[in-house]
């Protein structure tokens, strides 16, 4: 079965960092396309960073510079670096695996982040 787990979240203070860890199994991973998403309380989800296997990577503008994702093909891993956090950047954070030539999307259960001082 596949499966999509995240990992790492947890309330720091304005201008701390995290670091999100995204484990995927059950697929092959070199086929999808890795993105981290959010979802604040009364907002929908967006993206937040994606990378594809060939390390092409796209970001919200809320978060360039700001924020780092990258994927470990050995260990079937992505990871989103998050530094200078805003309390802007509180959410739920979900970890996606896509491979659009199939139309196919897994979604982890979500990690919260809180940033609160």
């Known amino acids: 079965q596949v499966q999509v787990v995240e990992s790492g979240g947890g309330l720091v203070q304005p201008g701390g960092s995290l670091r999100l860890s995204c484990a995927a199994s059950?697929?092959?991973?070199?086929?999808?396309?890795m993105g981290w998403y959010r979802q604040a309380p009364g907002k929908q989800r967006e993206l937040v960073a994606s990378?594809?296997?060939?390390?092409?990577?796209d970001y919200a503008d809320s978060v360039k510079d700001r924020f780092t994702i990258s994927r470990d093909g050995a260990k079937s891993m992505v990871f989103l670096q998050m530094n200078s956090l805003k309390p802007e950047d509180t959410a739920v954070y979900y970890c996606?695996?896509?491979?659009?030539?199939?139309?196919?999307?897994?979604w982890g259960q979500g990690t919260q982040v809180t940033v609160s001082s």
């Open positions: 059950g697929i092959t991973f070199s086929w999808y396309v």
């Open positions: 996606n695996a896509r491979r659009d030539s199939t139309n196919t999307n897994y």
């Open positions: 990378i594809t296997n060939g390390g092409r990577t």
